[in-house]
């Protein structure tokens, strides 16, 4: 306060000498902010010597002889894990040659003092400190897509799911039309990049024929001797998969057939009793699935004036069920336009000209016959007369439409296939029919399934 008080009154000196006239009064004020100065000062330096100076020193480490604490001898030892161990273990054997050094004994061995050392597992755990767990990277989705809305909705949880409980790599829902044969990836969940998120794919071969729905079937090797890799068509590039399971599903309110196909790069992540079965389970709730989003009210209904086609299946089990109660024979045709595309054009009206026309011609010429539509450009005749004029019924089909005809250039392909004991059902009995067509449309002949 007195500092204070000092430069208050060399502030009034000042103002008085400037009003007054006084020269001495500013020397009054010099002296005053003086004295100020003197006091803080004098403060200052109390204040620090108030506060305690403490140093901390280091402890003097006694230097001591070797031979004072019992050692004579130095030299290499043979395991720095040696040094460690209990201390009749330690001493060693003097011929081992290594990176530590071993101390000898004299007459009385002195206690060492303790190293600061790593603690042991055990000691770790007594301590309390755990051992570093490394977390599993998580697997990353690189595609995952649908080709509509409510399939995406759906059936990419679902398939989602399937992918993580059986560690696959990649889990997709492909659609299959036989003439031309092509699959359409309706949904796809895999982690590589190279998976087709959509679109259509041609194959020479099917992925899968001759099995019944809902029944996996898992190939344990990819490559020779096994799955070709070549039919993996939903890669853009080739990839090393190690094993594929494919299950067919046939949904009731569709006359499509789709394959639910499964593929890991572990050696041995397909082939368990549990997969199987956990597979089958999926396969019936993409089925389920897929006869929801066929009923749903967000579906476009067709038009009440023109009555909806009944579903392919129907038609060949009702042929099937006739046939067998008669016990009459039975063979299914399937006859496909070969260069029917290019003959219609771009329009849609072209093209079911087209098949009218074809249709004629087909009515015409299968005798003792029923003739429904399969697809586009594609026609299923149900032959009912003998086996053994089979083949020859089924060349004058072809010979019906030469390759060379204007009307319908290129000519058609012809796959037949008749109806046997083995033909449980339906999709048995058109997935060898589809089989004989896709052939045929290879080769330029006739094929007859024997």
Known sequence: MLRVLFIILAVVSIALAIVLGQPLLYLVALALL?????????????KHRDVPETFMQAP???????????????KPKGSAALAEEAPEEAAGNPDEEGDDVEVRPAEVREPAPER????????????GVSKPRQRPPRARIMVSE?????MADMLIPCLRSLRASLDAYTVCLLRQEDVP????????????????????????EPMLSGHKALVPVVYPRVGPNGFPKAKLGYYHEPINVRQVAIVPVVPKRKDDLYLLVVDTMNDDGLEAASVRVLLEQYARLVSTILDTLESSPHTEAAPTAVQAPRPRREIIAEEMEQARSMSHPLSLALVYLNRGEALS????????????????????VAIDARVERFGELTYGIFYHGAHEGL????????????????????????????MQERHSGADDFRSEAAAALHESFQSGECVIVA
């Open 34 to 46: 003086i004295g100020a100065a003197l006091l803080l000062t004098m403060n200052m330096r109390r």
């Open 60 to 74: 003097e480490q006694p230097t001591e002889d070797l031979a004072s604490l019992g050692i004579i001898d130095i």
């Open 116 to 127: 600061a050392r790593r603690p042991t597992p055990a000691q770790a755990h007594v301590a």
């Open 146 to 150: 649908a080709s509509d809305d409510a």
């Open 181 to 204: 044969l092509r699959y359409d990836v309706e949904v796809m969940v895999s982690q590589n990049s190279y998976a087709r998120n959509g679109g259509v794919y041609s194959a020479k």
């Open 345 to 364: 054009g771009d329009g849609s009206a072209d093209v079911d000209s087209l098949e009218k026309d074809f249709a004629l011609r087909l009515r015409s």
């Open 391 to 418: 083949a020859h019924w089924a060349s004058g089909i072809k010979e019906a439409f030469p390759e060379d005809d204007q009307e319908f250039e290129g000519g058609v392909s012809v796959g037949v296939v008749p």
